[in-house]
């Protein structure tokens, strides 16, 4: 068994009087390795200047978790399989709607592009690549969200 965390710190600014909901939701993410996130929420779901724009909010890190984990099981397959890949661009989106009261992600859609060093393969070899890494990530296994693959060729 694996244990993963993060640190999630906010504080509220002396200026804040925070029960008339006026407080900025700026907060960090931080990691093991040292690494700080800004971050906050969405100004799609809390208006500016609450939220802050330029921060990664938990639906944008959301939809890029499951891309980024798709992405790193297709590079380990596609090695594999002796591919030699140069680059992997992921437009993912990510589309959040009320289902039976409950706000929630329904959705994740990945749009890989990659670039093939060398002999790409072949539109049925890459789909399966692709399948497979669906199917490997633990990301993807855990949540209750589509997440659908659509590859950029």
Request: proline share 5%.
């Amino acid at each position: 068994m694996s244990s993963f965390g993060a640190n999630v710190i906010w504080h509220r600014q002396e200026s804040e009087k925070f029960t008339d909901r006026r407080y900025s939701r700026g907060h960090a993410w931080q990691f093991d390795g040292g690494v700080e996130v800004p971050a906050s929420s969405s100004p799609h779901v809390v208006p500016i200047p609450y939220s802050i724009a330029e921060n990664v909010d938990p639906e944008e890190a959301f939809v890029a978790s499951l891309s980024s984990c798709h992405m790193l099981f297709f590079l380990h397959f596609a090695s594999d399989a002796g591919l030699v890949i140069d680059h992997y661009d992921d437009a993912a989106t990510g589309v959040m709607e009320t289902v039976d009261g409950k706000t929630r992600i329904t959705k994740v859609t990945l749009r890989p592009k990659v670039t093939y060093g060398g002999q790409g393969p072949d539109i049925d070899l890459e789909d399966e690549l692709h399948h497979r890494a669906h199917e490997a990530c633990f990301l993807a296994n855990s949540v209750t969200t589509e997440v659908v693959t659509e590859p950029v060729r």
